[in-house]
């Protein structure tokens, strides 16, 4: 895939005029931009239409500083040229440029005025859709549905895909979500695999020969086919095997020969190779090679297991790229379990299905508590933002006042942030990208994080995220130190908690005392309250000290009301305070009483402790 490319589709976008394809235009140019380097001969034209972009979608000043960064980059261009001409600096564009600082020199002379165009530590691969929204509107385009079915799909086309997933990094080849077909793009025009290929190439050279508009790739319909891990490959071959020798252990045996190859990279794995053609042939040469005596005899049944691979590769790939949308409607939600909500919610995830993301969430918000809705509501927004659906958010909560009203303002603050960058994404300064990357490791959002940030890898860096394996941390060594003082924080948490001040919070992850406002505490944080039931305390006190104290605890706590039936219940939650207090009255020494504090922090530690998670 060269830059040209993606300067024409970017024009193409351009003229539709509207935010989402304006949007993909400014992204392809980037890229565009990012595959050359500063001497190449089309880096002038890419900077113009880079330029102009970012004009189109108000950002003036950086607009002007590419333009004349394009400008000063023909002169670069034509020293690093092989060729020489007359008109080298109008093939380069040269008028394009000038046309459009003159444009800008003209319509903004208060801009221009502060701007120091010989800048060269910008970056003009920074893209910034703040105003674009408020630009154009956002077309609603029907979703492209297939026009058949996953049973309709013949031999031609999986051998077709899997040609597809066999592409070089410089090829493309497309799946055709409306009519299946399977197609290159070679020169600006998609040529079909499907049928008599003679005659596809001879149309193809027509329409190369004889300067044909080219065919705009509308990635909505079109799918280029990702290429196949060769480790993904051997699985599925292996696989389809069914352990039949010597075919499953070839598979061993071609992934230590293969490396062999690729000598000059000793860090090289079979994990980093791609199913491409050419080890496709290495695969046919050392297994004709090591069964060379045995040709014939083991032919057939290669060649029906190396199909067999290629066609369910194939099969996979459609299945899951291009019939991976679910259906759904708040009536089929409705008549489903939270349980299967909640499973049917990650798997639109993992498919990068925003739409039906926005309508389970939808659903969820409507339905749910105050409690619920502190992450459903900035679920919604950051949906909303991903599909530039402002207005759609504010008549939605037009009549929902009551749902906003009982949400913290923390929570509205997430929604809006992240109503914010949906809309920017994945175009984020390192300060948003941070910004994500603090919530995803936040234990508090984190599994709303693993939700939305489905495809984080399309950001300008990686982002880090909560270890979830950190739940399985259970602690059972505590020092008495420890226990008392996590005693101590029952008492000072019953006095805290007025909703304003940090609470002391045990971080089972860390086995340590925190402090957090209770609204911040997440996965692995427990507020160190309610330390114990009346029936749980009063078995404790009999096991260590006798039915009689069992006893005498139970009248005083109750106040002698039905003591028996307090000590049987599992209704009431103790206070700290008063089981110190009917301990002092007892025994006759501090150590008891400290004895009888340091066994109730225990039990509360270890109850929370063996309290299993299950993630949504």
Known sequence: MDFSFHIQQGQQLLEKQDAASIKKALEHFKKANEMTEEEDIGKPKILYHLALGNYVIGQIEQSYKIAHKAKRSIDIAIENSMFSMNNMRQMLGEADIDALIRHIDEKFPQVVFHIDTEDEDFDENELDFSHLNQLYQTADKEEIEPQFSI?????????????????????????????????????????????DQSIANRRLANRITNGEPTDFVDEERYILIDRLKLIDFLNEYKKQTQG????????????????????????????????????????????????????????????????????????????QKVFNKIKIDEEQLAKMSVEERFRLRRKCSENRDIKSLLTIVKYHFIK????????????MCYYYGRLHRGEELQEFLSDKGFYLFMLPESCKELAQNLLNIGYKFPHLNEKEISYLEQKYCDPKTFELFDIIMFDSDQLGRPIKKFDKNSLTVKNSDFSRYFLLKVYDCFSENEE?????????????????????????????????????????????????????????????????????????????????????????????????????????????????????????
């Not at 020969?257 to 079979?270: N, P, R």
């Not at 050392?286 to 297991?305: C, H, P, T, W």
């Not at 749910?368 to 679920?379: C, H, L, M, V």
Request: net charge negative; hydrophobic share 35%.
């Open 368 to 379: 749910g508590s105050a409690a619920t809705n502190e992450s459903n509501f900035p679920e």
């Open 496 to 616: 805290l908690n007025d909703g304003y001040s940090e609470m002391f919070v045990y971080s089972r992850i860390k086995n340590e005392i925190i402090r957090k406002a209770y609204e911040d505490v997440g996965l692995g944080e427990y507020c160190i309250v309610q330390p114990i039931l009346s029936n749980e305390f009063c078995n404790l006190i009999k096991e260590k000290y006798g039915d009689e104290c069992s006893n005498y605890f139970a009248k005083a706590l109750s106040s002698d009301e039905d003591w028996e039936d307090f000590k049987n219940s599992d209704f009431y939650l103790l206070n700290a305070d008063s089981i110190e207090e009917v301990a002092n009255d007892y025994f006759p020494n501090s150590s008891n009483v400290e004895d009888v504090k340091a066994e109730v922090a225990k039990f509360w530690l270890n109850k929370v402790n063996s309290h299993e998670y299950r993630l949504t």
């Open 244 to 319: 039949k020798e010597p075919f499953n252990s070839f598979v061993d045996y071609f992934s230590e020969e293969v490396l062999k190859d690729f000598t000059y990279d000793d860090d090289l794995t079979i994990d980093d190779l791609a199913n491409s053609a050419h080890i496709q042939e290495k695969f046919h040469e050392l297994f004709g090679k090591k069964y060379q005596n045995r040709v014939m005899e083991l032919r057939n049944d290669y060649s029906a297991i190396f199909k067999k691979t290629q066609k369910a590769l194939a099969h996979s790939w459609i299945k």
């Open 151 to 195: 049973d309709d799909l013949d031999e031609d086309v999986l051998m077709a895909t899997f040609f597809g997933l066999s592409r070089t990094n410089d090829e493309l080849v497309y799946f055709d979500k409306l009519k299946g077909d399977v197609l290159s793009y070679v020169q600006g025009y998609f040529s079909s695999h499907i049928g």
